[in-house]
Structures are given as C-alpha cells and as structure tokens.
C-alpha cells in the first residue's frame, strides 16, 4: 500500500520546509510547492527522498489558474492528497495603516488569503469525492490579536482564522477535519521578507528573549494530523513563553 501524500505551501524554507522533514519522518510522501525551485531540491537532497516520495513544483500561490492546473495535473500515483498545509504566507512592512504601501497590502492579502483559498478549493475537491483529508492553515497569532502597525497582515490573519472556521463548518459532512495553527514569534526568514533583507533589523525582533523555532511548530502540525480521525484538533495557539499575547515580550535586557 503506498504511503499517504502530504501537499506543503511555501516548503522553501521556515516551518514549512520544517513541516516537510517532519512528515517524511512520520512517512508521508511529500508533494510541495514554493517559489524558489533551488530550495525545493536543497530539501529533498537534504532529506535523502527519490522522485517516489518527493514531487515539486513552482508556483506562486497567488496565480488561481496555476494551483488549479497544478491540482488538476498530478499523476495518478500523486492525486490522492491526504493532507493539505497551507503555510505559504509573508508580512510586508510595519508602519501605520495611513502610511502603509498598497503593493504590500495586495501582496499579503493575495498570498495569506486568496492563495490559501486557491490551493483548498483545488485539494477539496477530491478529499470531498473520497470523503476524506485533512487540511491544515497555518494563522498567527496576529489573527488573534491585533498589534500596532501590523493592521493589514493582522487583517489577513484574522481572516485566515475565519476561513478556518468556515472551511471546518462546510467540510465536516465530507469527513474531511480542519485546523488552524496560530504561532506567536518564531524566528525564521518571516522578519526578514517582511524588513525586505534589513537583516539587523529582522534579527533584532528576536533579541532577548528565546522564540520559537520552525520545528515546534512542524512538531505540532505532525501531533494535529496523527490524532484518530474522529479526533479534530480545531485551534491550537502556540507562544513562546515570554510572549503571552501578540504585543507584549519580555525581554532579558529590558527592565
């Protein structure tokens, strides 16, 4: 019997490439997605998969016709998708609403919206035929609570968290669990896309204090999906512990 398949957005780097060696490790197939075909084959060399374990393509989440015909294209041997994750997203900037870049604002809210929607409509629809699947959106904890100066990435979060529900409300006749995984600060290479390669500046939102890492959260993507399948695991926020909400860390060189 071949192995579950595991589809991964934004598997380049961060938790979703994380992701990826988590679920190989608890031996899922991996089909994943990002922009940067060099960190696609980086991972799979990285995690010793031939071409029957490992499938990738490069796209951009925020072109619909392409995650359509990227879904309607598999092979037989690749079509039957158990899990969908959802973690292709970005934040751009950190400023004031008023002072905020409308390239920005559509960048984030065509990638952590409309992309996660492209790629769930296109999977659904044959986890719907098999009754089956699970799929699993990677939030924030700006979707929880809103912090000064992230207004349109927080906005794009928060809807991130309301599709969740809808998606886990619509979907549950079709036997098909939805989650939604909100982490709080986890250093990856999120900072520095959103301070656009200012690396002092995205290395200094992690100073003082010790963030989560990609594989707690890979961890607890691979926990949600081996709960029993009548098991749903609807919300799990997860922060380091010096983080208790979205605006408030402390730090060991602040008073």
């Not at 600060?185 to 200094?204: I, K, P, Y």
């Not at 010790?210 to 922060?239: G, K, T, Y």
Request: charged share 20%.
């Amino acid at each position: 019997m071949p192995k579950p398949i595991a589809l991964i957005t934004g598997a380049s780097s961060g938790i979703g490439r994380a992701t990826a060696a988590a679920l190989s490790r608890d031996g899922y197939r991996l089909l994943v997605t990002a922009r940067r075909s060099e960190r696609l084959k980086e991972l799979q060399a990285e995690l010793k998969l031939d071409d029957s374990e490992f499938r990738m393509a490069v796209f951009d989440v925020r072109d619909a016709e392409a995650c359509e015909q990227f879904v309607q294209s598999l092979p037989p041997e690749w079509s039957n998708v158990q899990i969908l994750v959802n973690n292709a997203g970005l934040a751009l900037g950190l400023s004031k609403f008023y002072e905020g870049s409308l390239e920005h604002w559509n960048t984030m809210l065509d990638t952590n919206v409309k992309g996660l929607l492209y790629m769930s409509k296109a999977v659904s629809q044959g986890m719907r035929k098999r009754q089956s699947g699970h799929i699993i959106n990677i939030g924030s904890i700006a979707g929880k609570q809103v912090y000064d100066n992230g207004n349109v990435y927080c906005a794009s979060k928060h809807a991130v968290d309301a599709l969740t529900q809808a998606m886990r409300l619509e979907l549950a006749a079709d036997g098909i669990r939805v989650s939604g995984i909100h982490p709080g600060a986890v250093d990856t290479e999120f900072s520095l896309v959103r301070f656009e390669g200012d690396q002092a500046r995205a290395d200094s939102v992690y100073l003082g204090f010790e963030n989560l890492v990609a594989p707690d959260i890979a961890e607890a993507i691979s926990w949600v999906i081996s709960r029993p399948l009548h098991v749903n695991i609807n919300d799990l926020v997860i922060m380091p512990q010096a983080q208790p909400q979205a605006s408030v860390i402390h730090r060991k060189n602040q008073s």
